[in-house]
């Protein structure tokens, strides 16, 4: 068995009622892309890897960016609604489900984040890597922390990039965007404040792996800016991030150097991307990795299973 940590859709009565409600979501990629928005694409597409099950995640068209907040409360109780059922009626296709948020009214969040786990059997929130622009070290954002600490369950950040500014279809801005947020959570003190907080970016960890050294020696020239971070690298590392990469075996490795086996998950974008998310391809590239058998397994199922305290 398999679990696609990180795989997006945008289901029925969500997509049509967010684009009555916002016609420019039409024009976005995710919306005009068939697998995503229509499942009976989507599951034969999954029937050629029967051993894989996903993880849904509401695909990148975030509510606090087009629709107004009372729509955005709206729209993110009929998504996750509607992925409980769909983890309810196809349970050999979808193991979990994680809530959509309408992050432009943090009160309004704070209990559709409490709803979608508690009443509707979710398994984590998915944000992103600003809201509307704002970064996520911005204080009114640290009462869903708590809640999340509490709940003991992940938290999904997906990059966002300004369309405005970043015309690179997300190629560079993204993995600049997803580390910036690492960056704003770990000087913010986030893990001060709560050590065992679950936080599952995407892309294998975006710069950070990569930048590793350039992190612990370029925050240790300045050892007075961030005065209660002991060990900035130590705190980076307690993120967990996933597979897709796109079947770049080397950049898992670099991942899998900094974060060790136990904060890496099997994740493919899918149906996103090329071939539909690379799901085979993504799952090759964890095979060719030289780490023992046991650490690629804890990759492709059990780091799902513990942290989303999933049945096995």
Not at 200 to 210: D, E, K, L, N, S
Request: hydrophobic letters at 40%.
């Amino acid at each position: 068995m398999k679990i696609d940590i990180y795989s997006h859709i945008m289901t029925r009565k969500y997509t049509e009622l967010y684009a009555k409600k916002n016609p420019a979501i039409q024009q976005r990629i995710e919306f005009r892309s068939i697998a995503v928005v229509d499942l009976e694409v989507r599951l034969r597409l999954m029937n050629r890897y029967p051993d894989i099950l996903q993880v849904l995640t509401v695909a990148n068209i975030p509510l606090e960016t087009f629709a107004k907040p009372a729509d955005a409360v709206e729209l993110a109780k009929i998504a996750n609604e509607e992925l409980a059922e769909l983890v309810d009626r196809y349970p050999d296709k979808f193991i979990a489900g994680v809530a959509c948020l309408p992050m432009n009214d943090i009160d309004a969040a704070l209990e559709e984040a409490d709803r979608a786990i508690m009443k509707l059997g979710l398994k984590g929130v998915q944000i992103y890597s600003r809201i509307d622009g704002e970064p996520l070290d911005n204080p009114k954002f640290k009462p869903l922390w708590e809640k999340m600490a509490g709940h003991d369950l992940p938290i999904w950040i997906h990059p966002a990039s300004n369309d405005k500014l970043d015309n690179d279809i997300g190629l560079f801005s993204w993995p600049f965007e997803t580390s910036s947020a690492m960056f704003r959570l770990v000087t913010s003190g986030v893990f001060n404040n709560h050590p065992d907080l679950k936080f599952i970016v995407h892309h294998c960890g975006a710069m950070v792996p990569y930048f590793q050294q350039r992190i612990k020696w370029v925050l240790s020239l300045v050892p007075g800016l961030f005065p209660t971070i002991k060990k900035p690298e130590e705190h980076f590392r307690k993120f967990y991030t996933d597979t897709a990469v796109y079947g770049n075996t080397s950049s898992l490795m670099c991942g899998y150097d900094f974060y060790g086996p136990d904060h890496i998950l099997y994740g493919t974008d899918a149906p996103l991307g090329p071939k539909f998310g690379m799901t085979g391809e993504t799952a090759e590239s964890i095979e060719r990795m030289d780490i023992p058998d046991e650490e690629k397994e804890k990759i492709f199922f059990r780091n799902a299973v513990e942290l989303l305290t999933l049945p096995h």
